[in-house]
């Protein structure tokens, strides 16, 4: 029987090193899987390649699925943020950010289950009609939000309620004030709304929602969202159960699936073994839910509370004097 293949993007700064701890515990855990990696963003740059090299694009396109490690989009004029490029490159319009809390971890909360499907490819990050007036002194952007779009997004956010058995879908907008687009947005979530009788519905408007996810987080669900807000609501999100450290991403089209860890590329600390891999890892038991793999998945979200909570091998992020190395052992012993 052939070998699933996985293509894997490391990435740059602190990537390489939880990429390599995540085929550790994949190996671990006898996936099988065939590993087809590609360099893009800085490192690609650094070689004199462009930011998402051409066997990249290959790469991606052979396999549909993908675990990216952060990648550092060089600042300056000229160049476009690698991941928002491969959102829209393979059309992946559902940006997932689960959170849940860990049992020993530095967080505020312990209660906290909450999923962010955010749209991924529309709204203020779709990069249209950004302008800079000759002197400087006027800038521009342009907000576009499709019916088509938003039903989809909106449609995959209470499927996946329905299918993990949750019990309540929050759609949050500015509709009182941006009326066209986060309008238009909230009638689709109305609509889809209907179709699924058995979830409870809520509407909140996005400032509103950001004080209820500070006092009272155990309210939400799954929360349903346009981009720039989602791109800010899921990073709260990931602060109620102690820091992006411990948040995955999924970046889901029709016939691809992107994995990754949310936070940055942490240069600084890079190459030195002190970076956590939990983001990574978390990732990783998403993409083998989305390969059907469920019990492997399980297996080593268990295995990662299992380590954090023993917490004699955590990374300094989580107060502990651990290293990479030294956690990504304790994970794969815990399986």
Known sequence: MAKRGITVLPGDG????????????????????????????????????????????DLIKK???????????????GFTS??????????????????????????????????????????????????????????????????????????FAFDTASRLGRNKVTVVHKANIMKTTSGLFLRCAREVAQDYPQLAFEEMIVDACCMNLVMDPGRFDVIVTTNLFGDILSDLCAGLVGGLGL????????????????????PDIAGKDVANPTAIFLAAALMLDHLDMHDRAQRLRTAIRKAILNGDRVTPDLGGYGTTTGFTDAVIEKL
């Open 14 to 57: 602190i990537g390489p090193d939880i990429v390599a701890s995540t085929r550790r515990v994949l190996d671990a855990l006898g996936c099988g899987f065939e590993y087809d990696y590609a360099d893009v963003g800085l490192t690609a740059l650094e070689q004199g390649r462009p930011l998402i090299p051409d066997e990249a694009l």
């Open 63 to 77: 396999n549909r699925v993908v675990l990216k490690g952060p990648i550092t989009t060089p600042v300056g004029e």
């Open 82 to 155: 690698v991941n928002v490029t491969l959102r829209k490159q393979f059309a992946l319009y559902a940006n997932v950010r689960p959170v849940l809390s860990i049992p020993g971890t530095r967080a505020r909360y312990e209660d906290v289950d909450i999923i962010t499907v955010r749209e991924n490819t529309e709204g203020m990050y779709s990069g249209e009609g950004q302008t800079l007036s000759e002197d400087g002194g006027r800038a521009e952007a342009r907000s576009v939000i499709t019916r088509e779009e938003s039903l989809r997004l909106i449609r």
């Open 247 to 266: 948040a995955p991403g999924a970046n889901i089209g029709d016939d691809m699936a992107l994995f990754e860890a949310v936070h940055g590329s942490a």
